[in-house]
């Protein structure tokens, strides 16, 4: 298990995770999922919320598409990226430093939508349930938690990953190594390691330890249910025609907070 020192350390997104994040998923980078969450926020009739919501790399089209929304993330670094993509489009910055587990809006949404799989950031279970009732409660009734989960067999993974990016002089790597599955927990632990490279010289480096917990479909399901949550429904790989197939790699849920 990772030391409780750990702790504050996970799943932040430093200065150079939020670099690399937005330079491999700039705004617009779509995985089918911006265009699928458009479609199922036609005739959302409340405000949107996007808990997580990073760079903007979602919530920038979608507000170019003239939904009304708003988004929170925990990362400074993130909000900033995402601040001054609006501000080059010319669009207000409907973003607030906030984190998941203490969220607060008087406003209720319409929907809250959660993409790129960020609910798994929560590894607790009792937590994971508090916060979906806290999106719960900041809906209207009637109003749908729309949110992407990876497959449970990521579980059995065993990433290792070594990538680059390059931005003008400046060299960006990343090494990813899993160092930890408890499939009890269903969680996976794994070191991101960042480095800033120019002129064949290291001018930062930064370690992100990257804890995840993975859902089962049924598991998810009751946890929705017993948030409060109706009307449980679950789409694969962004896939509204299709039924749900064993080999789906994205399972999107969409749930009804009652009426
Ligand atoms: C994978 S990125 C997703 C960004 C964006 N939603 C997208 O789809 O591209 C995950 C985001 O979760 C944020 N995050 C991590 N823990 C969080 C927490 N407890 N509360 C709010 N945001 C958190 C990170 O700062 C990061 O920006």
């Known amino acids: 298990m990772a030391d409780m020192k750990d702790g504050a350390m996970e799943n932040a997104y430093g200065t150079l995770a939020s670099w690399v994040y937005h330079l491999d998923k700039p ?46 993330d925990a990362s ?28 607060d809006y008087e406003t209720r949404f319409g929907a809250i939508i959660i993409p790129a799989g960020s609910f798994q950031l929560i590894t607790e279970p009792g937590q994971a349930l508090a916060v979906l009732e806290l999106f719960r409660g900041a809906l209207e009734p009637g109003g749908r938690l729309i949110l992407d989960l990876d497959a449970l067999a990521c579980l059995a993974d065993t990433a290792f990953a070594a990538r680059h990016w390059q931005a003008g002089d400046d ?76 080999g789906a790699s994205i399972v999107t849920f969409e749930a009804v907070a009652p009426l």
């Not at 005739?43 to 990073?54: D, F, K, S, Y």
């Not at 969680?187 to 917990?213: C, D, K, M, N, P």
Request: aromatic share 12%; charged share 25%.
């Open 171 to 246: 060299l960006l790597t990343l090494v990813e190594s899993r160092v930890e599955t408890c499939f009890q927990r269903q969680t996976t632990l794994s070191q991101l390691r960042y480095e800033h490279w120019r002129e064949g010289r290291l001018v930062a480096s930064e370690i992100q330890l990257f804890h995840l917990r993975l859902w089962g479909l049924l598991e998810f399901e009751l946890a929705l249910r017993s948030a409060g949550f109706t009307e449980v429904g679950v789409y694969a790989d962004y896939r509204t025609d299709s039924a749900l197939e064993p």
């Open 76 to 103: 400074e670094e993130m909000v900033a990226y995402c601040r001054s993509e609006c501000e080059a489009r010319g669009l207000p910055s409907p973003v607030d430093i906030a984190r998941f587990e203490s969220f």
């Open 27 to 72: 705004i617009g980078r779509s995985f089918g999922d911006i265009e699928f969450y458009r479609d199922r926020l036609a005739g959302c009739t409340g405000p949107v919320l996007e808990p997580a919501a990073g760079n903007g790399r979602v919530l920038i089209p979608l507000l170019e598409a003239g939904f009304d929304i708003r988004g929170f």
